[in-house]
């Protein structure tokens, strides 16, 4: 007989949180310390969303892909989680980008990368600076038709190696494009170039553990292995509401309200339902663009082998210019090394590398089995031989080697498309408007300029979670005022 994921679980919440990345962690941490009842559910066996580990033999433990986020992390786990996880974050030191146009080093600090643009790219200071303040003054309620490519050439006209250094990290951080808005550029941008890069020391795995701890003393209930099959409505005083969920095996769980850490495609067409939504937010919400997606190579050092320093991101390309169709193209050779050294998981001597790619769905979503293995096969060679350029003899000391794609992403997430950084910007507007058209339903995850990565995730969670607070709020206000 299965097991049951669900025992033990009551039978209605204040509020059923559908999904466990960090913007469905922090918004149940968020409304559990506000006193509210909350249930978390996870379809995975893990917790964390794309903030996640998985384990092999030989010791290995990877984190799923590339993470860096802004100095603004520090305060928001501070803030919103404890003290004790905002100081595990750190930060990163050497940042490279290596290809035909540069081999550079920085700190990615406003101070280093000022010199870089100065000093290496021959830029005149006062130009960078009036770039610099240009970006700062974006606002994303702004109406700015501008693209991120206009932007560039308007500043930086015939500079192809100056767009490159300034929109490729930015691209792997959120998936955006040169003929995406500016303002999905700049905004993100301007986090990264206060005080540089940082991440969370000791890995995916202990940031989870310490989550879930905090998620628990605050009284959350949290269980994996839960897939939602739908989100329940019924109708009061003429207009449909939330009520709960059903889950798995049809059990029946009621909520005042409930906050999809879903895609919020998923989230509309899947698990609330066209009913429930007027015809013009549908069309909308067809509209909404899917943002791409990626491809990670993990390779695993040998326990008692080491590899010299070679940068803790590594961005590298063979492209004689970037461009966003490159980035993302089936063969593309432009791919960051993420070198995680045995200080980034404090009390061990192992080094693991993780290759990110970024990549689209289609071109991956059709291909039969053994295509599929093929390919897969020719990821980790080709990231095999690019990783050799810097360190020679690493083959040898490789014993373990493991490619993921969309597919795996979609498989895990059940994200839209196997999306790596959820939509497009004007996602932003149907996420933040779902509770209008079904009251009681509400949405943190990656849309628009809120997907910048772990911050904006936990960040949006807060704003999500805040909005929910009074809408219960005004419910139990109401019922009171009726008794």
Known sequence: MA????????????????????????????????????????????????????????GHIF?????????????????????EIADLIVQLKDIRFVNPQMNVWTTFTREDYTRVLVEEMKLDRDLVEKFYDHLRGMNFYD?????????????????????RLLMEPIAYAN?????????????????????????????????????????????????????????LTE?????????GIVAQGGRVIRAKAVLSNANIKNTIFKLAGEENFSPDFLQQARDVRINSSSCQVYFGIRKGESIPHIGDLVFTSEAPKFSSEELTDFHTTSRTFSVYYPDTRPGGDRYTVVVSLNSRYKDWVDLSEADYEKEKRRLIEESMVALEKYIPDVRAKIDWTEAATPRTIERYTTHWSGTSFGTKFEGLKISMGLSEQLPGLYHAGSVGIIMSGWLGTINYGVITSNKIDKYLFAQKAGATAAA
């Not at 109406?143 to 767009?163: K, L």
């Not at 109708?235 to 449909?240: F, L, S």
Request: include cysteine.
């Open 3 to 58: 097991y049951d994921w669900l025992k033990g679980v009551a039978d209605e919440y204040d509020v059923i949180v559908i999904g466990s990345g960090l913007g469905g962690l922090t918004g149940a941490n968020v409304l559990a310390k506000a006193g509210h009842r909350v249930l978390l559910v996870e379809h995975h066996y893990q917790f964390g969303g794309l903030a996640t580990w998985f384990t092999r033999k030989g």
């Open 63 to 83: 984190d799923i892909s590339l993470h860096g986020f802004p100095v603004g992390m520090i305060k928001s786990c501070r803030k919103y989680w404890t003290k």
């Open 143 to 163: 109406n700015n038709p501008e693209t991120t490519r206009e932007m560039f050439n308007r500043f930086f006209p015939g500079r192809d190696d100056v767009h």
């Open 175 to 231: 998936g955006s494009t040169l003929d995406d808005p500016a303002i999905t550029y700049g905004i993100v941008f301007s986090n990264f170039m206060g005080s540089g890069v940082y991440t969370f020391r000791g890995g995916s795995d202990l940031l989870i553990e310490k989550m879930t701890e905090e998620l628990k003393r605050n009284g959350v209930e949290l269980r994996k292995k839960v897939r939602v099959e739908k989100i």
């Open 235 to 243: 109708e009061r005083d003429g207009k449909k509401v939330v009520t």
